[in-house]
């Protein structure tokens, strides 16, 4: 069928190729996740999902980034609460999507781009993919991986990356199972997905997914409203968390208190 695509957005790019529609992340140069990103993917997966013709959601980078996480700028105390509870209703649409969803991961997939990566179904990347969530040097972290990360890597891995800033590289990223496969171009591995999920029957794919998640998706919706409870109650309060990012936007080095 005869590619469509929608040009309301301006952070995204939209297009639909069924069984396939792809989502593009388009904020150069590293395809930061700001407010109108988050809309826009929302506004995109709500769509999407309407359409029967649509079996697969792949999300996409361009060839410098996926993205390098959500805008600091969004994390500020008076911004911050609203911030989360947009991103988090995007990863929730991402989870919720009865399609099955495809990341195509180039170069650098951190913060909150690692995070919307690996709540999708299947991830493919290319070797020199860096994958990290950083928010730690600001005196932050990341809720939704806090969450996730665990069941797919495995908690001491996940710990370290969570806690000390570690990155892995894209063979890494395969080895611990946060990666399905690795190519220099992912696209061929994308389009050899789809490929076989154009063959099978969209109802059994759609409630064979509702089936294998049906545990997880308990434990991780409570375990995200808990994450993000303390992120907005606790740890906002800090003033090393209100430090971290005002050192980022000022381009110095932050002067921790511990407290």
Known sequence: ????????????????????????????????????????????????EMRPEVNVVILAGSERAFSSGVDVAAHTPNKVRGMLADFHSVIRSVISSSKLTVASVRRHCLGGGAELALVCDIVYASPDSVWGFPEIKLACYAP?????????????????????????????????????GLAEDPETLVAE????????????LRIAKKAFYAWDSM??????????QIYNDELMKTADAQE????????????????
Not at 193 to 204: F, G, H, I, N
């Open 244 to 259: 971290g990012v005002a050192a980022f936007m000022e381009r110095r080095r932050p002067k921790w208190v511990g407290k």
């Open 144 to 180: 939704v991986a806090s969450v996730a990360l665990s069941a797919i890597v495995g908690q001491k891995l996940a710990a370290e990356l969570l806690l000390t800033d570690r990155t892995l590289t894209g063979e890494e990223a395969l080895a611990a199972g946060l990666v399905n």
């Open 1 to 48: 069928m005869t590619a469509s695509t929608n040009s309301s957005y301006t952070r995204i790019s939209v297009e639909l190729r069924p069984p396939a529609a792809r989502l593009t992340l388009n904020n150069p140069p590293l395809n930061v996740i700001d407010i109108r990103m988050m809309e826009e993917l929302r506004a995109a997966l709500e769509e999407i």
């Open 193 to 204: 997905c789809v490929q076989r999920v154009s063959q099978l029957s969209p109802a059994a």
């Open 219 to 228: 434990h991780f919706d409570k375990g995200l409203m808990r994450a993000e």
